[in-house]
Structure formats: C-alpha cells, structure tokens
C-alpha cells in the first residue's frame, strides 16, 4: 500500500513563526503536491514537485515555499505564519505523469494565533 | 480554463436511500482524467475511481456506481442503498493529460450525511 505520512495531525503556531510541514511518502513517486483545503474552497494546489529539487507553483504559492531535497520528502515551509494560514493542508504523491491518481496524507490541521 | 463544479455543498439522507453526487467539469483538452476521492472525517483523502475521457462506459462497484458522459461533462457518482459509513466528503477532481502542468484540480467537494 501506498503510504503518504505527514509529520503532525495538529499544531499550532504563532503569527511571525516559521513553520515546516513535513510529508514523506515510500511508493518513490515522482511527484509530489502540497494542498490547502478551506471549507467552501475545496483543495487549492500550493506547490508540486515532479522531481528531487524540481519545484513549480501552483495557484495560492503567496506566502509559501517548498524543499525537495530528497524524493522520498517534500516539505512546506511557511516563512512567516499569519492567521489567514490557518487551514488544514494536505500532501498528496502520485506516479509519474498525471494520469493516475494521486495519495494523500492523513492532513495537518494548523493553526495560527 | 479548467474547472470542477460540485454544485451540492451539502446532502442528507437516510440509511438504505439512493443518493447521487453531481460533478460537472471544464476543459479544453481532448485527454483527460476524472476522479472521485472521499474523505471520511479521518481526514485522508480515499481515491475511489479513475475514468480517462475515451471510456464512457458507466462503472460500479458494489453500492457505488459512476455515470461518465462527455456530452454533458458530467462524471456523477451514485451510491446505492447508503449506509452511515458513506458519511463524508466526496471530491471530484480532473488532470489533463496534455496540459502544461501537472495538477489535480478539484471541486468543493459535498458532503454527505447518512442518518440512521
């Protein structure tokens, strides 16, 4: 089985914090997306990596960054939290190409204070 | 430009009722992907099916069965004789295949409430 793991179910930062998300999945797929879900909104593409160091953005990057040092991981790097990051985000891998479906993680629900 | 619409935000039933989940999508590519995802209130989203845009045929699985037609761009899911478990919510989603990038583009998602 395809296993998608996120490093925390729960946490909660301070406004002006930096915030890593981690998210590490074994099925050494290429590529690898980070999403934001807000109710009303459904999910929004932050960024994906279809290779180790390959980054590109995707419709909401403002206020985020990404590292792909290594296949297996790719996190997501708030560089300064603010309280309209507070969101669940979601990681998700998938195969090379876009043709088959995506994983995904259990999610990590942030919150910003 | 591409786009998913899931038009019903919310949906309640009760146990052993047919329901369907309507999704409705954008795209100018002649090649594409439809998928249904549900997320239980566990969080992690659960693919559920794959359908290319060359393959019309309706699909089901069990209680669960998809309706694809390309002259209504719709890709709704049934799912019959629902139980409490199917309580969650179901995302539609579309990537295409000749696009210059390579991202899963989602609908809002509905939720589903199956009563007792």
């Known amino acids: 089985d395809v296993k998608v793991t996120q490093s925390s179910r729960y946490l909660v930062k301070r406004t002006g914090e930096k915030v890593f998300l981690e998210c590490v999945q074994d099925?050494?797929?290429?590529?690898m997306f980070w999403y934001r879900q807000d109710p009303g909104l459904g999910l929004r593409l932050i960024y994906f990596s279809y290779d180790v160091k390959m980054k590109e953005k995707g419709d909401i990057p403002e206020g985020y960054s990404v590292s792909r040092e290594k296949k297996e991981r790719f996190s997501l790097i708030l560089e300064s939290a603010s309280t309209n990051q507070t969101s669940m985000y979601l990681c998700?891998?998938?195969?090379?190409?876009?043709?088959?479906?995506?994983?995904f993680g259990q999610g990590t629900r942030l919150t910003v204070v | 430009a591409q786009k998913v619409t899931q038009a019903q935000t919310e949906i309640s039933v009760v146990e052993k009722e047919d329901v369907t989940l309507d999704c409705v999508y954008e795209?100018?590519?002649?090649?594409?992907?439809l998928f249904w995802y549900k997320q239980p209130p566990s969080g992690e989203l659960v693919f559920l099916i794959r359908?290319?845009?060359?393959?019309?045929q309706n699909e089901i699985s069990g209680r669960y069965s998809w309706n694809f037609q390309k002259s209504t761009s719709s890709f709704n899911f049934t799912i019959t004789a629902s139980q409490v478990v199917d309580s969650a919510v179901y995302f539609c989603?579309?990537?295409?295949?000749?696009?210059?990038?390579?991202?899963?583009?989602f609908g809002t998602g509905t939720r589903l409430k199956v009563l007792a």
């Open positions: 359908r290319n845009s060359f393959d019309e």
């Open positions: 989603a579309l990537s295409e295949a000749y696009s210059g990038t390579y991202k899963y583009i």
């Open positions: 998700a891998s998938s195969l090379g190409g876009r043709t088959l479906e995506a994983f």
């Open positions: 795209t100018r590519d002649t090649t594409y992907y």
């Open positions: 099925m050494d797929h290429e590529n």
